[in-house]
Nanobody, 117 residues
Framework: QVQLVESGGGLVQAGGSLRLSCAASGIIFSSRVMGWYRQAPGKQRELVAVLDSGGRTRSSDSVKGRFTISRDNAKNTVYLQMNNLKPEDTAVYYC???????????WGKGTLVTVSS
């Protein structure tokens, strides 16, 4: 059974930082693409960043230079370091896993990030 459990969300002021974590089980973590998507109120879920087992990434232009995705295969965990947060980053952030950089087949339940102005 695949499980993805996100943590690290919360309330932060604009310009601040947060680090999200996603612990995975039930998959061969080292071979999987891991990633983060987000969904703001009234909007569709959108890509934040994804990372494959070879270190290749794909990310949204809106977060480039501010957010960094990384993974620790020994801990079956993927991270999202978010710096210089903006109010428009407010959303529920979902961890996902898939076989390529263009689609996820399993999702976590999400963690809420709220950025106040």
């Amino acid at each position: 059974q695949v499980q993805l459990v996100e943590s690290g969300g919360g309330l932060v002021q604009a310009g601040g930082s947060l680090r999200l974590s996603c612990a995975a089980s039930g998959i061969i973590f080292s071979s999987r693409v891991m990633g983060w998507y987000r969904q703001a109120p009234g909007k569709q879920r959108e890509l934040v960043a994804v990372l494959d087992s070879g270190g290749r990434t794909r990310s949204s232009d809106s977060v480039k230079g501010r957010f960094t995705i990384s993974r620790d295969n020994a801990k079956n965990t993927v991270y999202l370091q978010m710096n210089n947060l903006k109010p428009e980053d407010t959303a529920v952030y979902y961890c996902g896993t898939g076989y390529n950089l263009y689609g996820m087949d399993y999702w976590g339940k999400g963690t809420l990030v709220t950025v106040s102005s």
